[in-house]
């Protein structure tokens, strides 16, 4: 799908290098199931590989070079990539979300299995610190200490001491004491 970003679809057995940014510095990389994005030293993401569900954070056609996901409040200080989507925290603390909303992922509430190729805010994670997104759900902490987690829950990774549904708007995790 590109997500090497070297300009092709090819497969690779040894590193390639990946077009495009020569104009900041790489500060960290996240790999998705069939995209990849980076945080840049400027504190914007460029992101490539699938597009099939809004995955680079720009819409448009299916990218091969990096592309600059934009719409954001702050600059992006912390990059996850999951199963078709991705997550950003911002240096003021808000987490975004862009690419698949299946099971809830993107955390913004609204249509599960709708999709946004551009990033939308996740609904209640505030004053946040740090994000990590996984298969089919995410998690961010804020500031306090406070974990929040978002999206599929089908082997209870929201951490609601047992499995659901999940949620498409992050959902505080129990501490240890609170499980049933």
């Known amino acids: 799908s590109g997500q090497l970003g070297d300009g092709t679809h090819n497969q690779a057995l040894s590193p390639v290098q990946v077009l495009d940014l020569s104009d900041a510095t790489a500060l960290s990389v996240a790999a998705g199931e069939a995209h990849s994005c980076v945080l840049l030293d400027d504190g914007h993401v460029r992101c490539w590989g699938s597009n099939s569900s809004g995955e680079p954070g ?4 299916d990218p091969q070079t990096g592309t600059i996901a934009t719409h954001l409040t702050g600059h992006i200080v ?4 999951g199963w078709s989507f991705s997550c950003g925290m911002t240096d003021l603390g808000s987490a975004w979300c ?16 709708t999709l946004s190729a551009t990033p939308l805010p996740v609904l209640v994670l505030e004053d946040g610190t740090a994000l990590s997104a996984g298969g089919t759900h995410a998690c961010g902490v804020q500031s306090n200490g406070i974990m929040w987690c978002w999206g599929g829950n089908a082997d209870g990774q929201l951490g609601q001491g047992a499995a659901s549904t999940g949620s498409a708007t992050p959902v505080r995790v129990l501490e240890p004491a609170e499980h049933h």
């Not at 912390?78 to 990539?81: G, N, R, W």
């Not at 809830?104 to 509430?109: C, M, Q, Y």
């Open 98 to 113: 862009w690419g698949s909303n299946g099971n809830g992922r993107l955390g913004a509430g609204g249509g599960v299995g």
């Open 58 to 61: 720009m819409g448009g056609t």
């Open 78 to 81: 912390d990059l996850s990539a």
